[in-house]
């Protein structure tokens, strides 16, 4: 199992950036998929997370109505699109897989996870 | 929203047993995830679902769940333990689901 994020870097207050998460070595389809960052010195947060067909997207209520993921099964990736980024947003965001598919209002645990791609929000 | 309580430290000496402790409203309810990460690496998976440990994961990491604590316990520790470790859950029903602990960095004496 891989997970390797890009698109990651500087960007300015305001802008915008789209982070991508390419995974290998399992069958995407079968997955949930989600983000999770971690701010400079700060502990572990739960950004947004997705089902495998994409009929269930979930957002932490610090990222509403700012950031939108999304999956292209065909191309075993999941992004995230950043938009009215704040300093506040700076972090290193992660790819993390779940252990299966969203089901019955559950999501299982963050099985694997990618290295990470640093987001600088900074004027 | 659903808040997960963690200790910010916890300190043990080599061959002792570690506890670290993951607070919340009922927790025994639902399903709790524990994540090893260690300076400048990415998380790591060491149990899941209270207590299930992935594959790979060594014997002496387990955990339990119950009431409105749940708790992930190393025995034997050793220097390679030292890290940060972060409880989990899936607040069903919330609008906001995903829920992380503070983290608790656990210092191998």
């Known amino acids: 199992v891989q997970l390797v994020e890009s698109g990651g870097g500087p960007v300015k207050p305001g802008g915008s950036l789209r982070l991508s998460c390419a995974v290998s070595?399992?069958?995407?389809?079968?997955?949930?998929m989600n983000w999770v960052r971690q701010a400079p010195g700060k502990g572990l947060e739960w950004v947004s997370s997705?089902?495998?067909?994409?009929?269930?997207?979930y957002y932490a209520d610090s990222v509403m109505g700012r950031f939108t993921i999304s999956r292209d099964n065909a191309k075993n990736s999941i992004y995230l699109q950043m938009n009215s980024l704040s300093a506040a947003d700076t972090a290193v965001y992660y790819c993390?897989?779940?252990?299966?598919?969203?089901?019955?209002?559950?999501?299982?645990?963050?099985?694997?996870w990618g290295q990470g791609s640093l987001v600088t929000v900074s004027s | 929203s659903y808040v997960l309580t963690q200790p910010p430290s916890v300190s043990v000496a080599p061959g002792k047993t570690a506890r670290i402790t993951c607070g919340g409203n009922?927790?025994?309810?639902?399903?709790v995830h524990w994540y090893q990460q260690k300076s400048g690496q990415a998380p790591v998976l060491v149990v899941y679902?209270?207590?299930d440990r992935p594959s790979g994961i060594p014997e002496r990491f387990s955990g339990s769940n119950s009431g409105n604590m749940a708790t992930l316990t190393i025995t034997r520790v050793e220097a390679g333990d030292e890290a940060d470790y972060s409880c989990?859950?899936?607040?069903?029903?919330?609008?906001?689901?995903?829920?992380f602990g503070g983290g608790t960095k656990l210092t191998v004496l």
């Open positions: 997705i089902s495998s067909d994409s009929a269930y997207i």
């Open positions: 679902d209270d207590s």
């Open positions: 009922n927790i025994g309810s639902k399903s």
């Open positions: 993390a897989r779940s252990g299966g598919d969203y089901d019955r209002g559950a999501m299982p645990e963050f099985d694997f």
């Open positions: 070595g399992f069958s995407f389809f079968g997955y949930s």
């Open positions: 989990q859950v899936w607040d069903s029903g919330s609008d906001h689901p995903g829920v």
